[in-house]
């Protein structure tokens, strides 16, 4: 299919180099727009650092973690005697996954999937053949489902693109399923079903309202391009390098989703 913008209008835009050079010149690395950076990374490796720099000023509770940390509860349960145990995760970025994908294969499939599927991911159970149980010490009975102890104002999602594929003689390379996540854009991300029933009761709506969209297109984990859809209160904007161009939600559905910025509404 070829991408069509529904408006060419030429418009005003700020250059994110200045925001690239000063950052490179802070934090170090080659952000001079020529070398490929990964997304998930630079967004990680910036809300981290935001955090440290106020965490240095003597802050105990930052603004960044208020605003995008979240929880994953992981329960454990021992098939053997039944024992229960539960571990926390915190995170600034939600790392969702495929459904439905074999552990260990990474065989990039066409199709689509729904983002709901991919948090349904959450409530699966996933087996631990090497964990010991706590309790009776046996070996391979441990199974886990997480649910989301706390959802932040904003969510920040990863749509876990890059399977690690062991190929032969161990070499360890990174493939990308290309299957398109289908996710709610004008309609709200109800996440209620993905929350523990603890963090539901307190967290009151859990209805969230997309506001960013980052796409990669490329196979490879270190070359591609990215395009990035953000909402303003004058709609969608696509934004393609040096070209910001106003769009449709439905072009922005159309984007086959590698970061999605929900907020709640
Ligand atoms: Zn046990």
């Keep these: 299919m070829v991408y069509e913008p529904e408006d060419r209008d030429a418009v005003q835009h700020v250059s994110p180099m ?3 050079q000063a950052y490179a010149a802070i934090y170090g690395g080659d952000y001079d727009g ?9 967004l990680n490796q910036t809300l981290n650092r935001l955090k440290d720099e106020e965490r240095a ?5 930052t603004m960044v973690e208020s605003v995008f940390q979240g929880i994953v509860f992981n329960h454990f349960t021992c098939k053997r005697c039944g024992h229960k145990s539960n571990m926390t995760d915190d995170f600034m970025e939600l790392g969702v996954t495929m459904p439905g994908l074999p552990s260990g294969s990474a065989k990039s499939r066409g199709g689509h999937v729904t983002l709901a599927q991919c948090f349904d991911t959450f409530r699966e159970q996933e087996e631990f053949p090497d964990r010991k149980c706590r309790d009776c010490s046996a070996i391979g009975g441990v199974s886990k489902v997480s649910s989301l102890g706390h959802v932040p104002s904003h969510l920040a999602v990863q749509i876990r693109r890059w399977q690690q594929v062991v190929g032969r003689r161990g070499r ?3 493939q990308k399923i290309d299957t398109k996540v289908n996710f709610p854009v ?3 991300f109800d996440l209620s079903p993905w929350v523990s029933d603890a963090a539901a009761a307190s967290a009151g709506d859990l209805n969230y309202e997309l506001y960013g969209v980052v796409e990669h297109h490329g196979s490879g984990l ?3 391009h990215y395009i990035a859809y953000v909402k303003r209160d004058d709609g969608w904007w696509e934004m393609d390098d040096e070209s910001t161009t106003r769009v449709k939600p439905g072009s922005v559905g159309r ?7 929900y907020r709640k509404g």
Aim: aromatic share 12%.
């Design 172 to 174: 360890v390379t990174f």
């Design 34 to 42: 020529e070398a490929s950076q990964d997304a998930h990374e630079t």
């Design 18 to 20: 200045h925001f690239t």
């Design 186 to 188: 004008q309609e709200v």
């Design 57 to 61: 000023l003597g802050n105990t509770s």
């Design 222 to 224: 270190n070359d591609g």
């Design 255 to 261: 984007a086959n989703p590698y970061l999605l910025f």
